[in-house]
């Protein structure tokens, strides 16, 4: 069974850089079929969709974030990272990893989160 | 971005009890709609892909439906287990937009 773990700084002072690793346990990161994601979750917000990274190196950023993110994979390591960087409090929230996962439906392709880690919280605060 | 409206923000309702969501997208992302659940201070879970189709191990009582902009997610038979919070989340392009939450609570 595939496990996501997030670990990093729980901690981190207005404008300088989050940075987050998901390691990934249980399956092959390599998988033409699965996009690793970043999403996070403020209370006063829910869920924002960050991005995802493919085996292959291709990503994909939410253009509300697109100017300070980056996502990166080590696939010998089995592990995808997100730096977010000139941070504020408004970045203070739950950030989870996650799979995006494709699949076929008859001719048609569908995509599910289906797994996720447990979740990290990162304050913002000097 | 695609703009997903969910409806009701909140709702209180009894085991045994019919209850039903519905989200609302901006424009037609045709069946390109997961539904998640999430219980406080673990992840979101997948309960529903390309609208109406449940992930493994999801109960019958949960059934999904819609295409175009409107979908909705019909729980019968409420249990307790089922009080959480439920998220939809348009899957048919980037960004990926999710609705605010509906919060299911026990009446």
């Known amino acids: 069974q595939v496990h996501l773990q997030e670990s990093g700084p729980r901690s981190v002072k207005p404008s300088q850089t989050l940075s987050l690793t998901c390691t990934v346990s249980?399956?092959?990161?390599?998988?033409?079929?699965?996009?690793w994601s970043w999403i996070r979750q403020d209370p006063g917000k829910g869920l924002e969709w960050i991005g995802y990274?493919?085996?292959?190196?291709?990503?994909s950023y939410n253009p509300s974030l697109r100017s300070r993110v980056s996502i990166s994979i080590d696939t010998s390591r089995s592990q995808f990272s997100l730096n977010l960087t000139s941070v504020t409090a408004a970045d203070t929230a739950v950030f989870f990893c996650?799979?995006?996962?494709?699949?076929?439906?008859?001719?048609?392709?569908?995509?599910?989160?289906?797994?996720w880690g447990q979740g990290t919280t990162v304050t913002v605060s000097s | 971005d695609i703009q997903m409206t969910q409806s009701p923000s909140s709702l209180s309702a009894s085991v045994g009890d019919r209850v039903t969501i519905t989200c609302r997208a901006s424009?037609?992302?045709?069946?390109?709609l997961g539904w998640y659940q999430q219980k406080p201070g673990t992840a979101p879970k997948s309960l529903i892909y390309?609208?109406?189709i449940l992930e493994s191990g999801v109960p019958s009582r949960f059934r999904g439906s819609g295409s175009g902009t409107e979908f909705t997610l019909t729980i019968s038979s409420l249990q307790p287990e089922d009080f959480a919070t439920y998220f939809c989340?348009?899957?048919?392009?980037?960004?990926?937009?999710f609705g605010q939450g509906t919060k299911l609570e026990i009446k």
């Open positions: 996650a799979r995006d996962t494709m699949r076929a439906q008859s001719r048609y392709f569908f995509y599910a989160m289906d797994v």
């Open positions: 990274i493919h085996s292959t190196g291709s990503t």
């Open positions: 424009q037609a992302i045709t069946n390109n």
């Open positions: 249980g399956g092959s990161i390599n998988s033409g079929g699965f996009y």
């Open positions: 989340v348009q899957q048919h392009g980037y960004p990926r937009t």
């Open positions: 390309a609208a109406s």
